[in-house]
């Protein structure tokens, strides 16, 4: 039997797994079933909490195909919210080891800020990426994982079903990329829709926000600092001139529960 806490930043759910006592399994192995919305959790991923020598506490996600991402940015809100809620730190300010190395979280009242650090890669493709009967300009940004940046006309009338895939498995990216498409409204104010490497659309992406407002601003779309408007709701999105980008939003607890997993 494991236990387990179902949360949601801005639509992007998660089953959190406390493993600092003895939940141990093979959880790449277990994440298609429990995250299946119809026989299972249901869920975009896993997130384990796990001891630390470089930090309070280490996260890890697993996707819902299985795969291993390096960082998750709503995961990472949830994770720090998890904490308080389970009792496992009282402090507002948190160090956590994620794939992508140690980042702040600073738990609010009314949601969390991280401190995602500075993009590792940012740029414009060279040539326009060919996906099926399109090309688009796009630009490669690293936030510890990997985005390809796409600014459409109208979100609305694009098909985001039809070349979201595409992009994700496109061969320049040889181990999958995050498609992210925007729609900037205003030099504030963007939307955005992402189909996530390992998962598929989804509600929100944290660091996709952060990779969108990074090529957006390089482009002269935005300023530094912007609201992300993505389906399942807004994130906050800021770079400051150290580099270092903060992103701000929600982190809620759905439910509790136990599950068996040698029935799924």
């Not at 406390?18 to 277990?30: E, K, N, V």
């Not at 506490?57 to 390096?70: K, L, S």
């Not at 650090?117 to 326009?128: C, L, N």
Request: contains cysteine.
């Amino acid at each position: 039997m494991i236990s387990f806490t179902k949360m949601q930043g801005a639509g992007n759910d998660f089953i959190v797994i406390d493993c600092l006592g003895d939940q141990a399994a093979d959880y790449q192995a277990l994440a298609p079933a429990l995250c299946d919305r119809h026989f299972g959790i249901g869920a975009d991923g896993l997130l384990l909490v796990l001891p630390s020598e470089v930090a309070d506490f280490r996260m890890r996600v697993i996707n819902a195909d299985g795969t291993e991402p390096e960082m998750c940015g709503n995961g990472l809100r949830c994770f720090a919210r998890y904490l308080h809620v389970a009792g496992l730190s009282s402090a507002a300010s948190l160090a956590i080891e994620t794939g992508a190395g140690v980042l702040g979280a600073e738990v609010l009242e009314d949601g969390v800020r991280l401190d995602m650090g500075a993009p590792r890669m940012a740029e414009r493709m060279a040539e326009p990426l060919k996906v099926g009967d399109a090309a688009f300009e796009a630009t490669a940004v690293s936030m510890g994982n990997p985005h390809c940046v796409v600014f459409v006309e109208d979100l609305d009338a694009f098909d985001f079903e039809q070349y979201g895939p595409l992009v994700e498995a496109h061969s320049a990216f040889p181990q999958r990329t995050n498609a992210e498409f925007a729609q900037v409204l205003a030099p504030d104010h963007i939307r955005l829709k992402v189909y996530e490497r390992g998962v598929g659309p989804t509600l929100a992406c944290g660091t996709g926000a952060c990779a969108t407002l990074v090529a957006a601003a390089l482009s002269g779309r935005t300023g530094r600092a912007a609201q992300v408007d993505l389906p399942g709701g807004t994130l906050a999105i800021a770079w400051g001139e150290d580099g270092r980008i903060q992103m701000t939003g929600p982190a809620q607890v759905v439910f509790k529960g136990v599950v068996d997993a040698l029935n799924l």
